[in-house]
C-alpha cells in the first residue's frame, strides 16, 4: 500500500472515531448526530474505496471521495424526504373562538406549508379548528373583530434551529366554520397537501383556495353571489347543488377534457362552463394540471 493509500485509510478511520468520541460527550447537536449516524454506513465505503481503488485505479483516492460525498448526500436526501412524509402528531394547537353577538359574518385566511387541510361546517357560533403536526411547524393564529366581522388569520412557520429527522413531517389540519354567520372570505395557501372543503351548509362569498402540490374536493352549498378561485396543482373536483347556476371558467391543463353534465351546462369556445337554463348565480374558475370534475 502506498504512503497516500494509507493515509487516506487512516484519515478515514481518524474521522470516523473522532466523531464517534464526539457524539458521545454530547459535543454534536443532535440534528447533525442524527445525520451523521444515517450517513455512518458511508465513511465504511470511503474506506473500503480507498483500499482498494488507491492501488489500482488512477485517482483512485479522489474517486473514493466522491463517491463518499455523493453516497453521504444521498442518504440525507432520502432520509430526510421519507420523515417529512410522514404524518405526525407530536405537535398539536387547539384554536376555539365564541363569536359575539354582534358578528354577521367571518373572514379566515391560513398560508399552510405541508399539511393536509379540512373545512367544515358546525352549528353554532364557535369558530374552531385544531393542527397535528411535526415539531418543526408553528401555527400562529391571529383573531381580531372589527365592527361586525371576525377576522382569523392562520400562518403555518417553521421553527428555527436544527431538528432531528424524525421531528420533521407533515400536519393536518381541521377547520370548522359555524354556520350561524355568512363566511365573507375564505383564503386558505397550502404548499404540499390535499384540502378537502364541506361547506354546503355554510353561506360563502368569497373563496381563494391555492394548493401548489395536491389534490383539491370541493363542495358547496347554495350560496348564491359566491366567487370561488380554485388551484390545484393535481386533480380538482367540485360539486355544486342542482339548484345553484354556476358560470365555471377552466384553465390549465385539466381544461382540455373536463368532466361535467352537459343537459346541465353549456361549453363556449373560452372554455367557460354556462348553465344551460336560467340565470348565473355564482361564478368560480377552476385551474387545475390534473383532472377537473364538476358534479
Same mark, same amino acid.
Given at each position: 500500500?502506498?504512503?497516500?493509500?494509507?493515509s487516506?485509510?487512516?484519515l478515514?478511520?481518524?474521522?470516523?472515531?473522532?466523531?464517534?468520541?464526539?457524539?458521545?460527550?454530547?459535543?454534536?447537536?443532535?440534528?447533525?448526530?442524527?445525520?451523521?449516524?444515517?450517513?455512518?454506513?458511508?465513511?465504511?465505503?470511503?474506506?473500503?474505496?480507498?483500499l482498494?481503488?488507491?492501488?489500482?485505479?488512477? +485517482?483512485?483516492?479522489?474517486?473514493?471521495?466522491?463517491?463518499?460525498?455523493?453516497?453521504?448526500?444521498?442518504?440525507?436526501?432520502?432520509?430526510?424526504?421519507?420523515?417529512?412524509?410522514l404524518?405526525?402528531?407530536?405537535?398539536?394547537e387547539?384554536?376555539?373562538?365564541?363569536?359575539?353577538?354582534?358578528?354577521?359574518s367571518?373572514r379566515?385566511?391560513?398560508?399552510?406549508?405541508r399539511?393536509?387541510?379540512?373545512?367544515?361546517?358546525?352549528?353554532?357560533?364557535?369558530?374552531?379548528?385544531?393542527?397535528r403536526?411535526?415539531?418543526e411547524?408553528?401555527?400562529?393564529?391571529s +383573531?381580531?373583530?372589527?365592527?361586525?366581522?371576525a377576522?382569523?388569520?392562520?400562518?403555518?412557520?417553521?421553527?428555527?434551529?436544527?431538528?432531528?429527522?424524525d421531528?420533521?413531517?407533515?400536519?393536518?389540519?381541521?377547520?370548522?366554520?359555524?354556520?350561524?354567520?355568512?363566511?365573507?372570505?375564505?383564503?386558505?395557501?397550502?404548499?404540499q397537501?390535499?384540502?378537502?372543503?364541506?361547506?354546503?351548509?355554510?353561506?360563502?362569498?368569497?373563496?381563494?383556495?391555492?394548493?401548489?402540490?395536491?389534490?383539491?374536493?370541493?363542495?358547496?352549498?347554495?350560496?348564491?353571489?359566491?366567487?370561488?378561485?380554485?388551484?390545484?396543482s393535481?386533480?380538482?373536483?367540485?360539486?355544486?347543488p342542482p339548484?345553484?347556476?354556476?358560470e365555471?371558467?377552466?384553465?390549465?391543463?385539466?381544461?382540455?377534457?373536463?368532466?361535467?353534465?352537459?343537459?346541465?351546462?353549456?361549453?363556449?369556445?373560452d372554455?367557460?362552463?354556462?348553465?344551460?337554463?336560467?340565470?348565473?348565480?355564482?361564478q368560480?374558475?377552476?385551474?387545475?394540471?390534473?383532472?377537473?370534475t364538476?358534479?
Amino acid at each position: 500500500m502506498r504512503a497516500l493509500d494509507r493515509s487516506m485509510a487512516a484519515l478515514v478511520i481518524l474521522l470516523a472515531a473522532a466523531l464517534w468520541i464526539a457524539h458521545l460527550l454530547n459535543l454534536i447537536p443532535p440534528a447533525f448526530a442524527d445525520l451523521l449516524s444515517r450517513a455512518a454506513p458511508a465513511l465504511l465505503i470511503a474506506l473500503g474505496l480507498a483500499l482498494l481503488l488507491g492501488r489500482r485505479a488512477r +485517482y483512485g483516492n479522489l474517486i473514493a471521495l466522491g463517491v463518499t460525498f455523493a453516497l453521504v448526500g444521498g442518504v440525507v436526501a432520502i432520509s430526510f424526504n421519507r420523515e417529512a412524509s410522514l404524518f405526525r402528531e407530536d405537535y398539536v394547537e387547539s384554536l376555539e373562538y365564541t363569536l359575539p353577538p354582534n358578528v354577521v359574518s367571518v373572514r379566515l385566511s391560513a398560508a399552510l406549508r405541508r399539511t393536509e387541510v379540512a373545512v367544515r361546517a358546525v352549528e353554532g357560533r364557535t369558530l374552531s379548528g385544531e393542527f397535528r403536526g411535526s415539531l418543526e411547524s408553528l401555527l400562529v393564529p391571529s +383573531y381580531r373583530i372589527e365592527g361586525d366581522v371576525a377576522i382569523l388569520e392562520l400562518q403555518e412557520t417553521q421553527r428555527e434551529g436544527l431538528l432531528r429527522l424524525d421531528q420533521v413531517g407533515r400536519g393536518r389540519l381541521t377547520l370548522s366554520l359555524p354556520t350561524a354567520v355568512s363566511i365573507e372570505g375564505l383564503s386558505l395557501s397550502v404548499s404540499q397537501g390535499d384540502l378537502s372543503l364541506e361547506a354546503e351548509p355554510l353561506a360563502l362569498r368569497n373563496v381563494q383556495i391555492v394548493l401548489a402540490s395536491g389534490n383539491l374536493n370541493a363542495q358547496f352549498g347554495r350560496s348564491v353571489g359566491l366567487l370561488a378561485e380554485l388551484r390545484a396543482s393535481d386533480a380538482l373536483t367540485v360539486r355544486l347543488p342542482p339548484d345553484l347556476l354556476a358560470e365555471i371558467a377552466l384553465r390549465g391543463n385539466g381544461a382540455r377534457e373536463p368532466r361535467f353534465d352537459e343537459a346541465r351546462y353549456t361549453r363556449r369556445i373560452d372554455n367557460v362552463l354556462v348553465p344551460t337554463l336560467g340565470e348565473t348565480q355564482a361564478q368560480l374558475t377552476l385551474e387545475a394540471n390534473g383532472a377537473i370534475t364538476i358534479e
